[in-house]
């Protein structure tokens, strides 16, 4: 089963990148048609790690976004060669499908009543998410509205997991200035959770 | 927030962020000047420089918990040979370490992401020669600890090759005998650390392993203790006390997140050793919510092991063939089991080596120490349930025991036990009635004794929660229990008396007092009901007064202020003389009075004058000297001149002539003076009385403030000087006196206002500012203080206003707006919001509409014209949709104003 499903099928390849292509260029539409492909393919790489698939492998968040990128991306297509175009996307789309699970998950517990979690995990970690993702979504929209660029910052770093150094990249700035711009963008969304 | 105003929060930020902290107070001083919002912005931030709450992203947590160890990878300075297991804590690896210098086999136990990886490393390391100390046979030893590079903490300890105990006695069919040899083992271990002041916290059969030589070892000790505690030096809780515990043997003292102790350890041994000798667990879990396996562990009794065994369903794990199993237990081992269960860590065995001793007695054939669960130990739970039915079924059960010969001893001991069970509920009660009453009453007016009241309201809560529940219907009982959480209410939430500062703790404490009431009027005697009636009476003022307080439940103090009346209507009625009597109708009609006032200045005056002066003057007139009297002449007369005063005031705002509201302001002072005088007495004769004092002060500060209003600064000056004196003397009694800080702030501003009259603006403002960092310390140290909020938004239209007489109308607009964002925040009632709301808008209209008056340039003018009338129609706007009686008084205001515009601007 893993084996047939890992690599996407040359077509929906191709619908991918074209997708990806609409998105860059501001198709919203675009972007809400990716969304299920992308959460499909982190599932399945977090899966393959759980059946110890590689052993070898140590799973990072950066790590997990490169994955997905080699398995969606068509490498012949010359256009998506360059990672910034892609990490834009990857970026804006791991936020969405990260608050839509907070989301989902949020309303899960609500209407649970009496289906219990696993006893270990209500008991042994209170704050495993120690971020609200939902409420920090809302915040960082503020702070979008005011500083854009900083508000990039924070979602290629947070919710893509990328380093600054790759943030930089995309970013095409100096590492400096994504570190220094992360920190006060970081203190104010931090202060602005508590 | 702007573009520009973001950049300039973030250049200060940058350029401030790496100063040691005194650097940064001078820094954010001379950067920020006298923007207060742009200060308050940057300390937030700086204080949350250090949250590591962004650092982790999602993704990485998502991944780290799926994430795995293979052959040969390294954690810290050991090389993973293979997974042992995984659960909820982590994962587990066989390991060896990798700088070839010992061969030794290790276990690494990888904690999963979620707790505060830093500070459990750091702790890690304080407590690990302690931990490392541990030497014993039975223990498995704690090597090293330390980070992973993925930044979860990990600990390593000697490799055990066993299997779990439980497992084991299957395995090797052990008959109960070896069961309990093997058990003492464990326990020699746990004694052997509890010696040394370790507690493991976390004993069950999967961290109790037993090697294939027969040999028990004790996984994990201290660590649950390292995991759990909260992070010191963080400031940061990372995981509740809750967090890391197994439910199924869980001691009660642990679901209710107190501390761990040896008794702890007990606890969890006697479920291991039910488990071990039945094959199952004293209380089943499964499918239960967190509240409810509480309520299970704390409250269920256990049943006996020896009558679980042989149940049906449990068959397939039981350890032991049951008939023999059941025989076995019944008795000793029972009683064994059992006392290590106890609900109550002191009716359990004291020590492991207690416990372990009784077995090995048990295991030579000697009596044991335990006992089956005494009737004594029964009784007094009943008798907690019950008080007054006790003493029928003691008495029944003596005479139905009377007779058998055999059980006349147990019955005997029963009385004994229940007689002594009574006075230790009595004693609670006693003990808790003088925590409340005696020793805080003793201590109350003491400098700095703020920290240890709070600590004692707290224990006392507890001890009257209990006692509540265990007053059944007794009214006698349910009295008492009323009238100590009332003194509760006061302590926490009083007024004019050294508070504590939980306004909320307050109202909880007065509600639960006049449920109390309520059902011991209800059922009481004729002979009971004047007593209960007043009782009803002193506490529905109490919480009226607290609920104004916090500003909230309009509806609610109504209806007390009416069940108040009615009562007291009642009363009289039977008793017309009672002078107290008449004194509380006093009071009660002062409320009555005052909201007259809310809803218009001439209703509430004839009130005053037909209803309250009639009645002082008759009070006066029965006992002009009481202390009851003088109070409440006080508080007739301070009304007065604070009705008289502010509509003066608005009678100023509507552009009436001078004369009237000169008038006003001069009958305001004729009562301000009488009531100094009356504050004046009560202090001379008791200088040593805070309170007395603090009414001295306010005296003279009111004074100063009715001078203020007529136009006699420097008088005003001089008396706010003495008071200011008076408060200060009052703030460094007790520095926690939030009162006292609350008075300093009114007073500051009192002065800022005399300040603008002599246009002295510097002086002014800097006083304002001195307001409003005394606001900030009791909100800060009372949240709902709605007093010092709604203060704290009037402080900050002054020093708008202020700015905009000073001629800098940009500065003043800026603290209007700020004075609307914070109302917005903060206002807890719709209508209120609405009239702060409202003010703000007709200030800020009232600025440009002065700065439009001063415009050379028409077109200049016109422009400020628009704006005013803009605002100003907002705020009518506002203050219409509130329909309140303070909104209506403002509405004049603004509809004045917007007159005024329309005939200058045009």
């Known amino acids: 089963m893993r084996g047939s499903s890992l690599k996407l099928e040359e077509k929906s390849l191709q619908s991918v990148t074209r997708l990806l292509h609409q998105a860059q260029v501001g198709d919203r539409a675009a972007l809400d048609e990716l969304l299920p492909l992308v959460y499909r393919e982190l599932r399945q790489v977090a899966s393959r790690q759980l059946a110890h698939e590689r052993p070898d492998h140590t799973l990072q968040a950066t790590a997990l976004v490169h994955e997905v990128y080699l398995r969606l991306i068509d490498q012949h297509s010359v256009d998506w060669r360059n990672r910034a175009h892609f990490f834009s996307i990857a970026a804006e789309l791991m936020r969405r499908i990260l608050v839509n699970h907070a989301v989902s998950r949020r309303a899960q517990k609500r209407g649970a009543g009496d289906t219990l979690l696993s006893l270990e995990e209500v008991l042994s970690f209170p704050n495993r998410q ?35 150094e790759e943030v930089a990249e995309v970013l095409g700035v100096s590492d400096s200035t994504v570190k220094r711009e992360w920190r006060s963008a970081k203190a104010w969304l931090a202060a602005q959770l508590t | 927030m702007s573009p520009d105003r973001w950049n300039e929060l973030k250049r200060i930020f940058d350029a401030v962020v790496d100063l040691p902290p005194t650097g940064q107070v001078s820094a954010l001083d001379a950067a920020c000047r006298d923007d207060l919002e742009l200060r308050h912005e940057l300390e937030k931030m700086l204080a949350a420089d250090a949250s590591t709450a962004l650092d982790t992203s999602p993704l990485a947590q998502f991944a780290r918990e799926t994430e795995a160890y293979g052959a040969d990878q390294k954690i810290g300075r050991y090389r993973i040979l293979h997974e042992v297991g995984r659960g909820g804590m982590g994962a587990v690896f066989a390991a060896v370490r990798d700088d070839g210098e010992f061969e030794q086999k290790v276990a690494v136990k990888v904690i999963k992401s979620g707790l505060n990886t830093q500070a459990i490393v750091r702790r890690f390391r304080r407590e690990r020669q302690i931990l490392a100390s541990l030497e ?146 004293p209380h089943d879990l499964t499918g239960l919510r967190l509240d409810q396996m509480l309520k299970r562990v704390c409250e269920a009794e256990p049943p006996r092991p020896s009558t679980v065994g042989a149940r049906p369903h449990a068959s397939s794990s039981a350890p032991i063939a049951a008939a023999q199993g059941d025989a076995r237990l019944r008795g000793d081992l029972d009683n064994i089991i059992l006392k290590a269960l106890r609900k109550e860590p002191e009716h359990r065995y004291a020590s492991v080596e207690q416990f372990s001793e009784d077995l090995a007695r048990h295991l030579k054939g000697l009596p044991v120490a335990a006992r089956p669960a005494t009737f004594g130990y029964k009784a007094e739970k009943f008798i907690k349930r019950n008080r007054v039915a006790v003493a029928l079924s003691a008495l029944v059960l003596l005479t139905l025991v009377g007779g058998i010969a055999a059980t006349v001893w147990q019955a005997v001991r029963a009385e004994r036990e229940r007689k002594l069970a009574q006075k230790r509920f009595e004693q609670a009660r006693d003990l808790a009635n003088s925590l409340v009453f005696k020793y805080h009453d003793a201590i109350a007016n003491l400098p700095n004794s703020s920290p240890v009241r709070e600590l004692l309201l707290k224990d006392a809560s507890a001890y009257l929660d209990d006692l509540a529940q265990d007053a059944g219907g007794d009214p006698a009982l349910l009295r008492e229990v009323a009238l100590a959480y009332a003194k509760l209410g006061d302590i926490q939430g009083k007024p004019h008396s050294a508070s504590v500062g939980n306004t909320a703790g307050a109202i909880e404490h007065y509600e639960k007092a006049a449920a109390l009431f309520e059902t011991v009027a209800r059922n009481s005697p004729a002979s009971q009901r004047l007593r209960a009636n007043q009782d009803l009476l002193s506490i529905y003022k109490s919480l009226s007064t607290a609920l104004a307080r916090a500003g909230e439940g309009a509806d609610r103090r109504e209806e007390l202020l009416n069940k108040r009346l009615s009562i007291i209507d009642t009363l009289l009625a039977e008793q017309p003389d009672n002078f107290a009597l008449r004194i509380e109708s006093a009071h009660t009609h002062l409320s009555v009075g005052k909201r007259r006032f809310e809803s218009g200045f001439d209703e509430g005056l004839r009130y005053y004058n037909e209803h309250v002066l009639p009645v002082l003057f008759e009070a006066g007139r029965l006992a002009p000297e009481a202390d009851e009297t003088l109070g409440l002449a006080q508080r007739v007369y301070s009304d007065l001149g604070w009705y008289l005063g502010e509509e003066g005031r608005l009678q100023a705002e509507l552009g009436e ?16 003076r009488r009531v100094a005088e009356i504050y004046e007495k009560q202090f001379r004769a008791n200088p040593e009385d805070l309170s007395h004092k603090r009414g001295h002060a306010i005296g003279i500060v009111n004074i100063g403030i009715a001078l203020r209003d007529t136009g006699r600064v420097e008088e005003a000056l001089e008396h706010l000087e003495r008071g200011r004196e008076l408060y200060q003397e009052l703030a460094k009694f007790d520095p926690n006196n939030l009162q006292a800080v609350f008075d300093l702030g009114d007073l500051y501003t009192a002065r800022a206002l005399c300040h603008v009259k002599k246009r002295e603006y510097a002086r002014a403002v800097a006083d304002l500012e001195t307001s409003l960092e005394h606001m900030d310390r009791v909100i800060a140290a009372d949240a709902k203080h709605q007093e010092a909020i709604s203060y704290r938004v009037d402080v900050l239209l002054l020093l708008g206003n202020t700015y905009a007489e000073a001629g800098r109308l940009s500065v003043a607009l800026g603290y209007y707006e700020q004075a609307g964002n914070y109302g917005r925040k903060t206002s807890t009632e719709a209508a209120r919001a609405s009239v702060q709301l409202g003010r703000v808008h007709l200030n800020a209209g009232r600025a440009y509409a002065a700065f439009a008056g001063k415009q050379s340039s028409t077109a200049a003018a016109r422009e400020l014209w628009g704006k005013a009338q803009a605002e100003l129609q907002k705020a009518a706007e506002i203050l219409e949709r509130a329909r309140t009686p303070e909104s209506a008084v403002q509405l004049r205001v603004v509809n004045y104003q917007l007159r005024k515009c329309a005939s200058a601007s045009g």
């Open chain 1, 130 to 164: 120690s971020v609200d993702l939902v409420l920090l979504d809302e915040v960082l929209n503020r702070l979008a509205e005011f500083a854009p660029v900083q508000a990039r910052i924070v979602e290629l770093r947070f919710f893509a997991g990328l380093t600054n």
């Open chain 2, 657 to 672: 002539p001078h004369e009237i509201s000169a008038g006003y302001f001069q009958r305001s002072l004729d009562y301000y």
């Open chain 2, 136 to 281: 014993h046979p039975h223990i498995a030893r704690l090597l090293d600890g330390g980070m992973t590079e993925e930044g979860l903490p990990f600990y390593v300890m000697e490799f055990v090759e066993g299997v779990p105990i439980d497992e084991y006695c299957r395995g090797a069919g052990l008959g109960v005998t070896a069961r309990l040899e093997l058990f003492r083992q464990v326990c020699a271990a746990v004694s052997y650390a509890h010696i040394r002041l370790i507690v493991h916290r976390d004993l069950k059969p999967s961290n109790i392993l037993v090697t294939a030589g027969g040999q028990v070892k004790l996984l994990d000790f201290g660590i649950s203790e390292v995991l759990s505690r909260e992070a010191d030096d963080g400031g940061r809780q990372t995981v509740t006390q809750l967090g890391l515990m197994t439910p199924d043997y869980a001691s009660p003292e642990q679901f209710r997140g107190e501390p761990a102790t040896t008794a702890t350890d007990v606890y969890s041994l006697g479920v291991v050793l039910f488990q071990l000798l039945t094959g199952r667990l």
